[in-house]
């Protein structure tokens, strides 16, 4: 808030520069406030005081009142309803020819009654801290995924499961299956570690991924754990914690040798 004597030195100062032949918006421009603001000030008492602060403001009508805000915490409290989010309780209220109040002031007065929690039978979010690996050397952190590749008709694909080093961006270990499977990553990711020699590394080897069925399958994580690989996950829905992996896919696919009809055979 602006001190009244700041308004006051304001609406002097603007004033003396419109008497002057200036324009009232440029006199106000300089000050840094509008010419609502100014006629508002202007109009104020002699004192300059910023009455929004100490005025009184009359109650909504609609407001609701102690008796509707303890209904509603009965209904939520209910055995029907304690299970349910107010997004599914009012509706159903509805259905029964019921009206409280609407869902946002449901969501209100539980906030104001510090019950604002996890409601239903769904398992409550979580928050995943993001994903953040360093490389000093090769064989430190590798990171993989999986993409399309089209086949020789519509609606038919291969799969690219493809492995890379985050230190040299090498490509370590690299096969085309014809469908997902954590066996396939598992068989690659095997072979990745004999040829780059893993188990004579000593440190220790993150593979990283994102939340795919395959890079989450039992036969893949019984085999990271079995050599010694510790498995790292992307958050839910966000590419952006496996940008070298998918960075690799569209160079690829942006090559002009790249078969955009479609690749004819596995082979």
């Not at 009359?58 to 309803?81: D, F, G, M, R, W």
């Not at 989010?85 to 029964?96: F, M, N, T, W």
């Not at 992307?234 to 942006?254: G, H, M, Q, W």
Request: proline share 6%; net charge positive.
């Amino acid at each position: 808030m602006i001190n009244a004597l700041d308004r006051e030195n304001a609406v002097k100062l603007i004033s003396e520069a419109v008497e002057s032949g200036a324009r009232l918006f440029k006199a106000c421009e300089e000050i840094g406030i509008s010419k609502r603001t100014f006629n508002r000030w202007k109009e104020t008492d002699s004192e300059y005081i910023d009455k929004r602060t100490f005025c009184e403001r009359p109650e909504p009508a609609n407001k609701l009142t102690p008796e509707e805000k303890q209904e509603i915490l009965e209904v939520v409290h209910s055995e029907k309803y304690s299970e349910l989010p107010p997004s599914q309780i009012v509706p159903r209220l509805a259905d029964e020819g019921r009206y409280i109040a609407s869902e946002s002031s449901f969501y209100r007065v539980l906030r104001e009654a510090n019950e604002m929690i996890h409601r239903g039978l769904s398992k409550p979010p979580v928050k995943r801290p993001i994903s953040t690996h360093v490389a000093t050397g090769p064989n430190q952190v590798w990171m993989w995924d999986i993409t399309y590749l089209n086949g020789p008709i519509k609606g038919l694909h291969y799969y690219l499961y493809l492995i890379t080093d985050l230190f040299s961006r090498k490509i370590v270990g690299w096969e085309v299956w014809e469908k997902e499977s954590a066996t396939h990553a598992s068989e690659l990711i095997k072979r990745a570690t004999m040829l780059e020699k893993v188990a004579t590394n000593k440190n220790i080897l993150v593979l990283h991924s994102d939340n795919g069925s395959p890079m989450k399958g039992a036969t893949m994580l019984e085999t990271l754990y079995r050599l010694g690989i510790v498995p790292s996950n992307s958050r839910p829905r966000v590419s952006n914690d496996n940008p070298y992996a998918e960075s690799i896919f569209k160079t690829l696919k942006y090559r002009p040798n790249f078969q955009p009809k479609g690749f004819g055979t596995l082979t």
